[in-house]
C-alpha cells in the first residue's frame, strides 16, 4: 500500500530525511539510478542518443545522475539544459552536473531532432501555472523529437497538487516518481500526462494515512482469496446475479462473466420472465432463472447464494424498487447495490439500508451519485458525497472515476490507480459488480472486494490497451481478459507499477 502525498508534504519529507542523515546527494543517486534503470529496460546503448532535458533544481540533479549512469552504462547521452551557465542553479543539480561533464558527459544549447528515448527532468513537483522561457521551449522540443519519453517524478507541465496541465505539458511514456505518489499524479487530466506510472524507494519515509490509500500491486496480491488444493466449486461460494430487463438484456450476462473470471463457484442469473428468452443459455456456465417484475414472491430463496448483485439493467421503475424494499427487508446475505438499484433509493429505503444485518456495498458512477446525494459535479464534491454515504448508511462505496475510489464507513479512502478511458462504455460497470460479488463469495469482506475487484478491472483494460487501442475495448474483453490481470497479482509482478500498461518495457 502507498499513501500519496502533495508537493508541499513530500518537500518536508524529503527535509526530514537529510536531517535525519540521508544526505541530499545520496537521495539524488538513488533517484537517478533508477532512472536510468528504467531508461536501459527501454532501449540498449546501441539503439541511438538518450537526450536529458535538466532543469536548474534539484530534479535537474536527478537527471544530470541518471545520464552519469547511462553514460557509464555505454549509452550516447546529450544533456540539454533550460539554463546557461551562468544561471543560479541548487548545489545538487551544480553539483551532478559537474559529476556528469566529469565522466566525458556532453552538454549542449543545440536543439535536437532526433532520439532513442528523452528524459524529462526539467520541473518537479512544485511546478504550477505556465511554462515559459527556457523551459517552455525543451518542453516543446522534447515533445517534437517523438520519442518514449521518461519523466523523473512528474511530467513537466503537470501541477504535482491538482492535476491541471499546461497546453505544453509533456506526454510521458514512463513517469518515476520517489517514495510517494504525487497527488496530481493521480488526478484527471495529470495522470493522462504520465504513461505509465512507477514508484520507486529512494529511502524517505511516509507515514501511513488511511484516508490517501494508493492500491498497489503488493497490496492487490494479499488481498486476494485463497484457493486451497482440496477445494471444490461449493468452497468458491455461490453469486446471484438479480438483474436486467427486456431492453437490457445484456447487464446480467456482462455480471455473471465478471463474476464467473474472477474464481467463484457458481453463478446464477435471475431475470424479468420477458427477458428471460434473450439471455438464458447465452452464458453455457451459468444458472438461469426468472422472476415476475414486482412480484416478490417469485424471487429465489436468498439462503441458497452466498451474495447478491441487484440491479444491473432492471430499469427505474416501481418493480425495481419493490424487489430492493423486499430484499433489505427480509434477506440477510450480502449484497452488491449497483446502477437501477442505487437509483430507486429514496430516504426510506436509505433508512432500511442502516439496519440491514448483512454486508451492503455500493457501486455508483458519478451520475449514480449524484442522483442519490444531489451532490456537485467537482471532484471533491463527488468524494465527500461518497464518503458521508459510507459512513452515514454503514456501507462500502466504490465510485467509478479516473481515479476510481472506494470509501470505508470507517472513513478510510482507497485510490484505484489502474484503468483507462476503454472502461468508459456501457456494461463495464456491469463486470465490475460480477468481480465484486464473485470477491465476496469467496470470502473476501466488501472493503477489500471493492478495492481488488477496482484494480483487476483497471489492469485488465491497462494490459488490453498494452496490445491495441483502448478506444476498442469492450467490457467482455475485460471480462475474458481478467485472467491476465489475476496472474500478474499472483505473481506479484513489476510491484513498482502503479498504473499504466504492465508490458511498458516493450513499447
Not at 436486467?244 to 474472477?262: F, K, N, Y
Not at 456494461?427 to 472493503?447: C, E, F, K, N, W
Not at 475487484?453 to 483502448?470: I, P, R, V
Not at 478506444?471 to 513489476?494: H, Q
Request: hydrophobic share 40%; net charge neutral.
Amino acid at each position: 500500500m502507498a499513501f500519496w502525498q502533495t508537493p508541499s508534504e513530500i518537500t518536508e519529507l524529503d527535509r526530514k530525511a537529510i536531517s535525519s542523515g540521508t544526505p541530499a546527494l545520496v537521495l539524488m543517486e538513488r533517484a537517478g539510478r533508477s532512472v536510468a534503470e528504467t531508461v536501459s529496460s527501454m532501449v540498449s546503448p546501441t539503439e541511438g542518443t538518450v537526450v536529458v532535458y535538466t532543469g536548474p533544481g534539484n530534479n535537474g540533479g536527478d537527471g544530470f545522475t541518471a545520464a552519469r549512469f547511462l553514460l557509464q552504462k555505454g549509452y550516447n547521452v546529450i544533456v540539454r539544459p533550460s539554463f546557461s551557465s551562468s544561471s543560479k542553479i541548487t548545489e545538487g543539480c551544480r553539483t551532478n552536473m559537474d559529476r556528469f561533464l566529469f565522466a566525458g558527459g556532453i552538454i549542449s544549447y543545440e536543439p535536437q531532432v532526433t532520439a532513442s528515448v528523452a528524459v524529462d527532468a526539467l520541473l518537479g513537483v512544485g511546478f504550477a501555472g505556465n511554462l515559459r522561457g527556457g523551459t517552455l521551449d525543451l518542453a516543446v522540443e522534447c515533445t517534437g523529437l517523438n520519442a518514449p519519453v521518461v519523466a523523473v517524478d512528474m511530467p513537466t507541465g503537470v501541477d504535482g497538487l491538482t492535476g491541471q496541465c499546461d497546453r505544453s505539458a509533456i506526454q510521458a511514456s514512463v513517469t518515476v516518481t520517489f517514495a510517494a505518489p504525487k497527488l496530481g499524479l493521480l488526478l484527471p487530466p495529470g495522470c493522462g500526462h504520465c504513461g505509465s506510472l512507477l514508484l520507486k524507494d529512494i529511502g524517505i519515509h511516509v507515514p501511513r494515512n488511511d484516508v490517501r490509500r494508493v492500491m498497489t500491486r503488493h497490496y492487490a496480491h494479499s488481498l486476494l482469496p485463497e484457493r486451497p488444493v482440496d477445494s471444490h466449486k461449493g468452497t468458491f461460494g455461490r453469486v446471484l446475479i438479480l438483474a436486467g430487463s427486456e431492453r437490457m438484456p445484456g447487464a446480467p450476462q456482462m455480471a455473471a462473466m465478471g463474476a464467473l473470471r474472477s474464481g467463484c463457484g457458481l453463478v446464477e442469473m435471475c431475470v424479468p420472465l420477458p427477458a428471460s428468452p434473450a439471455i438464458a443459455g447465452r452464458i453455457p456456465e451459468t444458472l438461469c432463472s426468472y422472476f415476475l417484475p414486482g412480484d416478490v414472491t417469485s424471487l429465489p430463496d436468498p439462503n441458497n447464494y452466498s451474495v447478491a448483485v441487484i440491479g444491473p439493467g432492471m430499469g427505474m421503475n416501481g418493480s425495481t424498487e419493490r424487489i430492493l424494499r423486499h430484499v433489505l427487508g427480509t434477506w440477510k446475505i450480502p449484497v452488491v447495490l449497483d446502477a437501477d438499484a442505487l437509483n430507486v433509493i429514496d430516504s426510506t429505503i436509505a433508512e432500511m439500508l442502516k439496519s440491514y444485518p448483512g454486508e451492503v456495498v455500493m457501486t455508483p458512477h458519478p451520475g449514480e451519485l449524484k442522483r442519490l446525494t444531489g451532490c456537485g459535479d467537482h471532484l471533491n464534491a463527488r468524494y465527500a458525497a461518497a464518503e458521508k454515504t459510507a459512513i452515514a448508511l454503514h456501507c462500502s462505496v466504490l465510485l467509478k472515476g479516473r481515479p476510481t475510489l472506494v470509501f470505508s464507513p470507517e472513513g478510510h479512502r482507497t485510490t484505484i490507480p489502474t484503468g483507462n478511458h476503454g472502461l468508459a462504455t456501457g456494461g463495464s460497470g456491469d463486470v465490475l459488480s460480477g468481480i465484486v460479488a464473485g470477491l465476496m463469495a469467496q470470502g473476501s469482506p466488501g472493503m477489500e472486494a471493492l478495492t481488488l475487484a477496482a484494480y483487476l478491472h483497471g489492469l485488465s483494460a491497462d494490459l488490453l490497451a498494452g496490445k491495441t487501442s483502448a478506444r476498442a475495448i469492450i467490457p467482455s474483453d475485460v471480462a475474458e481478459n481478467l485472467g491476465n490481470a489475476f496472474a500478474i497479482v499472483e505473481k506479484g509482478k513489476n510491484d513498482s507499477l502503479l498504473f499504466g500498461n504492465p508490458y511498458w518495457t516493450q513499447s
